[in-house]
């Protein structure tokens, strides 16, 4: 064989043996064989050769080029077990492995709230009654002694809905307060209920959202009074915040379906935020005796039973308790806030401890 065949088969090999991936195996692979590759332009020049040197010419060039394409290919089917092998690797998962827990989920802090407040309530007695978002005006205001009249209905910014039941329009509740008329006539009392959920108002901007929440509190009985609506709200207020000496006032108010009716404050620090002290009042809630005529409404003789109720906007409270600036966050799904504010369902919390006082 002649010496620049030679010379190019050495090269040629020692190539294919350091091609150390795919992409530089084809590199050598076109230089070699590929269309303009040294050994094909080889084959291409055989009919420059003279006739009695062209046979044994053939046949080494031949030669050659089956060795080359034998390296190729031994060559190509190594390097593709080595990434086959490499993958694997790096894809390798141990079946055995105990679980671990993930951190992806956490707590909605309205749901939060709102599983406090059955907690706190619960632990004194009260059951979670349930309300429906779209609502009759008999049920959101009129039974409520708001007649069709009355100025408090033009207060709430009420969405209507289009058709009726029972002959009456139909709205998304403006307040929670239907659950005391669909507790009081759909059962016999005594009464405690709490509920908690969804009330709508054509209302927007940093403080307030269409669709917010609230929670009800209802306790009919037989000779409750305002100390019972006093020591059951200031328990709740300091057990929720858990400042155990929350200062807690009572001030005269006015609404249609409770008299007579109280707003509640608790004192903070209106400079800083700070709940607990400070010497300043931040109202918190409404309340009230709840109105013989609203009694009378639901079929409950107001001579026999008496008793109070309550409510208050579930965010306002979780953003007073948690010191967080704005509502509109609350709606937005955004997974930095949910990060943030959101809490871990699996530790444990006052739920699981039982009520601290
Ligand atoms: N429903 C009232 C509101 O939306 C809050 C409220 C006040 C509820 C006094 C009550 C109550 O049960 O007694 O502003």
């Known amino acids: 064989m002649s010496d620049d ?5 050495g090269r040629t090999l020692a190539a294919i043996d350091a091609a ?18 040294s050994l094909t332009q080889l084959l291409k020049e055989l009919g420059k050769v003279a006739p009695e040197q062209r046979r044994e010419r053939g046949a080494a060039v031949n030669q050659v080029k089956d060795a080359v394409s ?50 706190i309530f619960g632990a004194m007695g009260f059951e979670v009654g349930e309300g429906l978002d779209v609502e009759t005006d008999w049920f959101n205001f009129s039974a409520l002694n708001i007649p069709s009249h009355h100025p408090a209905r033009a207060d709430h910014d009420t969405f209507y809905m289009p058709g009726t039941r029972d002959g009456r329009p139909l709205l998304l509740r403006t307040q929670t307060s239907d659950v005391q008329i669909i507790t009081m006539t759909s059962r016999e009392p005594p009464i405690r209920i709490i509920s908690p959920g969804r009330t709508y108002r054509a209302d927007h901007d940093a403080t307030h959202s269409p669709m917010f929440h609230q929670c009800e509190g209802l306790v009919i009985d037989r000779g409750i009074t ?13 057990a929720f915040f858990g400042i155990s000496n929350l ?6 108010s006015y609404f249609p379906f409770t008299e007579p009716s109280m707003e509640v404050d608790i004192g903070w620090n209106r400079k800083t935020g700070e709940l607990g002290a400070g010497g300043d009042w931040l109202e918190i809630l409404g309340s ?20 109070f109720a309550f409510g208050m906007g579930v965010e306002r409270v979780t953003m007073l308790k948690h010191g967080m600036p704005d509502l509109r966050p609350f709606y937005e799904s955004d997974m930095r806030w949910l990060r943030h504010y959101g809490f871990n ?13």
């Not at 305002?226 to 300091?238: P, T």
């Not at 369902?345 to 009520?355: Q, R, W």
């Open 70 to 119: 034998a390296a190729l290919d031994a060559r190509r089917s190594s390097l593709e077990a080595a990434a086959l092998d490499a993958r694997l690797a790096s894809e390798r998962m141990d079946v055995s492995a105990p679980p671990r827990p993930t951190a992806l989920g956490s707590i909605h802090p309205i749901s939060r709230t709102m599983e406090e407040m059955a907690a």
């Open 20 to 37: 150390s991936t795919l992409a530089e195996w084809d590199a050598v692979r076109v230089g070699a064989v590929g269309k303009s590759g």
């Open 226 to 238: 305002l100390g019972h609506l006093k020591g059951c709200l200031i328990d709740f207020l300091r």
């Open 247 to 252: 200062p807690v006032r009572f001030r005269s």
């Open 345 to 357: 369902p699996l530790a444990p919390t006052m739920l699981h401890e039982g009520v601290a006082r």
């Open 288 to 307: 009230g005796m709840v109105h013989p005529k609203v009694l009378a409404n639901c079929g409950i003789d107001p001579r026999e039973w008496q008793g």
């Open 5 to 9: 065949l030679d010379e190019l088969r």
